[in-house]
């Protein structure tokens, strides 16, 4: 079947669908990181809010969805976050689809740079975007915590 990419408006009926793929795919990482994933705190309404001020771009399979990422407009760039692709939909490049289509939209939107956050210990992940062009940039710390936590990436587009 053949993926179809829908921008989610708050009023879509799939938001617990979308809300169940990101805390699915968000899952290994429980005891991986520290703090805990905010992911854990999504709820069906505040992804509505969030789809309000951002764009969430979704690829469905029918009705379900498989894929996502949301895409912030900043100041000085398009952050892009909670990119979740569905375990069975792995290994076929939707994650690196949906990255080329935040930087269409951040073209759209008149950026020249995306960004994002991921976690110090998911080198993985350090490793999959950086091979999509993103430069680490600095690093941060959660509230509470004296080390960095998260690690600012950034690509020219």
Known sequence: MT???RRMMPEDPHWQAVLDLILDAFAYMEDVIDPPSSAK?????NLQQKAAR????????????VA????????DCLYVGKLAVSETWRGR???KQLIGEAEALARQLGYSELELQTRVELTSNHRFFGALGFSKTGETAHAGYDRPTSITMRKQI
């Open 3 to 5: 993926l179809v990419l």
């Open 54 to 65: 951002e764009h969430a771009l979704v690829l469905f399979d029918g009705e379900a969805p």
């Open 68 to 75: 996502c990422i949301f895409c912030d407009p900043r100041e």
């Open 41 to 45: 705190r999504l709820t069906v309404e």
């Open 93 to 95: 490049g939707l994650g």
